[in-house]
């Protein structure tokens, strides 16, 4: 059936921009501003966060996929991390 059904099929411009995502970030982790910019590609989504996030913190993302992290916080944000006992579950 699949042989008899053609779909018309646009091929992707070479000229085709995608959304990304910029959040930048306060030193305590919350967002200060996010920003929507379109690029041809990750690269040029980088190019184009790295002049927006002005020093601060912030993640490049591409819908659900995180791109690219720029800036360092001033403080760590966690100095250690270590696994919690293991805790009994209740009874339901």
């Not at 042989?3 to 995502?21: G, V, W």
């Not at 980088?46 to 993302?61: D, N, P, S, T, V």
């Amino acid at each position: 059936m699949a042989d008899l059904i053609t779909f018309p099929a646009k091929p992707r411009s070479r000229h085709a921009r995608r959304a990304y995502q910029v959040h930048r970030l306060a030193p305590t982790g919350g967002v200060l501003t996010t920003c929507v910019i379109t690029a041809r590609n990750d690269g040029d989504a980088k190019r184009q966060a790295a002049g927006l996030i002005a020093g601060h913190h912030a993640e490049l993302w591409a819908s659900d996929r995180l791109v690219a992290v720029f800036g360092l916080f001033e403080t760590p944000v966690a100095i250690a991390i270590r696994l919690l006992p293991d805790q009994p579950t209740p009874e339901r």
